[in-house]
T-cell receptor
Framework: DQQVKQNSPSLSVQEGRISILNCDYTNSMFDYFLWYKKYPAEGPTFLIS?????DKNEDGRFTVFLNKSAKHLSLHIVPSQPGDSAVYFCAASYWEGAQKLVFGQGTRLTINP | DGGITQSPKYLFRKEGQNVTLSCEQNLNHDAMYWYRQDPGQGLRLIYY???????QKGDIAEGYSVSREKKESFPLTVTSAQKNPTAFYLC????????????FGNGTRLTVT
């Protein structure tokens, strides 16, 4: 049962344009959402997060949007740069005596010059 | 420079042998975690620890064991009971409490033949 889904395994975007990565979740108990960026053979790097009490959080070129009614979040990267090429994981968190994170399968983003 | 150190980066073992993966952090974080990543899948939680001398099973704990004798260290032992031990193992830590992003090490690639 995949509670967090990233339905696009890959995405290709031209440099300078906007990249939009999507993530859907099923569990209403999730109350904190995160995006991570990962290069091959390295650990994920935390990018940006959003609490369920907000619908938008922005940090430089990265913006995360949360639509609780649709159980959907998205990451916008604008403008996209070649260094943004990586695998992006969304994660959803809930509290059960400890913070538990559930990860999506990842989306491979390729930025073309 | 604070961070999480996992060693070694690559590890090879024969089937039937136990192997211990090291994880050390100097971020002064209370909580530590072990995740496993398989190709095309998200990260799955093996074990986690909120404080020294206490740890809990995650979603896929069978065939693994951990210890938390020091705040800085959270070693993971992959036992011979683990049916599919070949994977990329990631250690993470966070501030204890809700809405705290996890920070990851660079992982250990374990290959068992």
């Amino acid at each position: 049962d995949q509670q967090v889904k990233q339905n696009s395994p890959s995405l290709s975007v031209q440099e300078g344009r906007i990249s939009i990565l999507n993530c859907d979740y099923t569990n209403s108990m999730f109350d904190y959402f995160l995006w991570y960026k990962k290069y091959p053979a390295e650990g994920p790097t935390f990018l940006i997060s959003i609490s369920s009490i907000k619908d938008k959080n922005e940090d430089g070129r990265f913006t995360v949007f949360l639509n609780k009614s649709a159980k959907h979040l998205s990451l916008h990267i604008v403008p996209s740069q070649p260094g943004d090429s990586a695998v992006y994981f969304c994660a959803a968190s809930y509290w059960e005596g400890a913070q538990k994170l559930v990860f999506g399968q990842g989306t491979r983003l390729t930025i073309n010059p | 420079d604070g961070g999480i150190t996992q060693s070694p980066k690559y590890l090879f073992r024969k089937e039937g042998q136990n192997v211990t993966l090291s994880c050390e952090q100097n971020l002064n974080h209370d909580a530590m975690y072990w995740y496993r990543q398989d190709p095309g899948q998200g990260l799955r939680l093996i074990y986690y620890s909120q404080i020294v001398n206490d740890f809990q099973k995650g979603d896929i704990a069978e065939g693994y064991s951990v210890s938390r004798e020091k705040k800085e260290s959270f070693p993971l032992t992959v036992t011979s009971a683990q049916k599919n031990p070949t994977a990329f193992y990631l250690c993470a830590s966070s501030i204890r409490g809700q809405d705290s992003p996890l920070h990851f090490g660079n992982g250990t690639r374990l290959t068992v033949t």
